[in-house]
């Protein structure tokens, strides 16, 4: 069965810092993988998406993700944190089925606190 | 606004009662969801509708849960006889039919909160 994991409840960074949260998943065949956060009473933004090709992935607001297989790991990344990037952040992989209907598995959510 | 807009931002019923939600997704996008989330949890699939056809869904909808896309373009959610345990946000999602890699985009969920 697909599956996806967030190690992590909670990401506490300093502004300026790097940040990283992690993601692990585990599907049959090649993963299609995405980012998403969510602001508070809002719904999910998409960030970005590994289909194929170059295993760093650049996304919207200066988010990157980097896809290895051998670790079946597609943890976010961001070079310098903002306060505003504090958020719920979502893993999802695309499920396998035989309609192709795309419908995504998600994982459990990382809050990111950015800290002044 | 040309995003996906959702049907009440929020409900809150008694126990037992029905309830109809309604989603507008982008407009060319051919493809629809509906996922479920619960507090501190990610959203869970619920079903998909491929145009106006539902081609699957969740074994998380009981039959107390019903839904449609009459025309291919809007879509409702109804809960019949409410429980408590319905109580959680319910999100609308939309995507254009490609090979399945095409993102999706969300809406702003229907908060609903079962007394």
């Known amino acids: 069965a697909q599956s996806v994991a967030q190690p992590e409840d909670q990401v506490n960074v300093a502004e300026g810092n790097p940040l990283t949260v992690k993601c692990t998943y585990s599907?049959?065949?090649?993963?299609?993988l995405f980012w998403y956060v969510q602001y508070p009473n809002r719904g999910l933004q998409f960030l970005l998406k590994y289909i194929t090709g170059d295993n760093l992935v650049k996304g919207s607001y200066g988010f990157e993700a980097e896809f290895n297989k051998s670790q079946t790991s597609f943890h976010l990344k961001k070079p310098s944190a903002l306060v505003s990037d504090s958020a719920l952040y979502f893993c999802?992989?695309?499920?396998?089925?035989?309609?192709?209907?795309?419908?995504?598995?998600f994982g459990q959510g990382t809050t990111l606190q950015v800290k002044p | 606004d040309t995003g996906v807009s959702q049907d009440p931002r929020h409900k809150i019923t008694k126990r037992g009662q029905n309830v109809t939600f309604r989603c507008d997704p982008i407009?060319?996008?051919?493809?629809l969801y509906w996922y479920r989330q619960t507090l501190g949890q990610g959203p869970e699939f619920l079903t998909y509708f491929q145009n106006e056809a539902q081609l699957e869904k969740s074994r998380l909808l009981s039959d107390r849960f019903s839904a449609e896309r009459p025309k291919g373009s809007f879509s409702t959610l109804e809960i019949q006889r409410t429980e408590q345990g319905d109580s959680a946000m319910y999100l609308c999602a939309s995507s254009f039919l490609t090979s399945g890699s095409s993102e999706q985009f969300f809406g702003p969920g229907t908060r609903l909160t079962v007394l």
């Open positions: 407009s060319e996008h051919n493809r």
């Open positions: 999802a992989v695309r499920g396998i089925d035989s309609g192709n209907t795309g419908k995504l598995i």
């Open positions: 599907v049959s065949g090649n993963p299609y």
